[in-house]
């Protein structure tokens, strides 16, 4: 009985230490991450997170969360379809290591290309990565970014062109 106890018990816990450092506790554990894990939360994204992924996750940091108007910031936590847009544009359903990512464009969750450039350093969108590297998680990696994603991209509207006649 002590054996077929202790084998159950062995079981479960290398079946739980499979996501045990899933994105969202990695992204806990690193700590500067705390407003992005509040809006996941908000969004209801968080089980998605924890999941089997592999995601990988351009994660913008308290500070870059700090960079938009606080009202704004309000705001976007009140509006859930914003907010799930928003963060779902930050999140690629595919693992990108330091050590294959590649300059050129990935697709978003959320349907934005979103430019990789690799010539100093890893930049999405023109946004350096911060924070000393990556962050490693058994669904996933995180790169850290002290800058909003597609901030810059709102409010532009295309303009379409009249012909002159």
Do not use: R
């Amino acid at each position: 009985m002590k054996k077929v106890l202790l084998a159950s018990l062995f079981a479960l816990s290398v079946s739980n230490a499979a996501f045990a450092d899933d994105i969202i506790d990695s992204a806990a554990a690193d700590g500067s991450l705390k407003t992005l894990l509040t809006a996941l939360q908000t969004a209801g994204l968080t089980d998605t997170l924890k999941g089997e992924g592999p995601f990988t996750v351009f994660a913008p940091s308290d500070a870059a969360f700090a960079k938009l108007p606080k009202d704004k910031l309000e705001a976007l936590l009140k509006d859930k379809d914003a907010l799930v847009k928003l963060l779902n544009a930050h999140i690629v359903a595919h693992k990108i290591t330091s050590d294959d990512v590649t300059a050129g464009k990935v697709k978003s969750v959320e349907g934005h290309e979103l430019k990789l450039d690799v010539t100093a350093g890893i930049k999405v969108d023109g946004i350096p990565t911060v924070g000393g590297g990556d962050i490693k998680a058994d669904n996933g990696m995180i790169y850290v970014l002290d800058t909003v994603l597609l901030q810059e991209h709102e409010g532009k509207k295309k303009v379409s062109k009249k012909k002159a006649g």
